[in-house]
């Protein structure tokens, strides 16, 4: 199993970032895929996830209105569209799958906001 996140980058706030995940190693329409972020100093929490299906994805309440998850699973890749950005948005973000019961992370990609 093989998660790559990519997209971050520097982007003022207010501005967008599209992230991706692509994924390989799974049968990877059957899987939901989560999207976590961690700042510095503090714990990595969730952000999003989507299910199988596109209209089942959730959201952290920080980030609903704003944030968007959607999946292509021909090209088992999950996206992360991202507006509005805040400073607190900052941080690495990963991409994640449970997998017979373990936990599969990718490398992650930082998402920097400045003010």
């Known amino acids: 199993v093989q998660l790559q996140a990519s997209g971050g980058g520097l982007v003022q706030s207010g501005g967008s970032l599209s992230l991706s995940c692509a994924a390989s190693?799974?049968?990877?329409?059957?899987?939901?895929i989560g999207w976590f972020r961690q700042a510095p100093g503090k714990e990595r929490e969730g952000v999003s996830c989507?299910?199988?299906?596109?209209?089942?994805?959730y959201y952290q309440d920080s980030v609903k209105g704003r944030f968007t998850a959607s999946r292509d699973n021909a090209k088992r890749t999950v996206y992360l569209q991202m507006n509005s950005l805040r400073p607190e948005d900052a941080g690495v973000y990963f991409c994640k799958v449970k997998w017979r019961g373990l936990d599969w992370w990718g490398q992650g990609t930082q998402v920097t906001v400045s003010s």
């Open positions: 190693g799974f049968t990877f329409e059957q899987y939901t």
């Open positions: 989507i299910g199988s299906t596109v209209d089942s994805a």
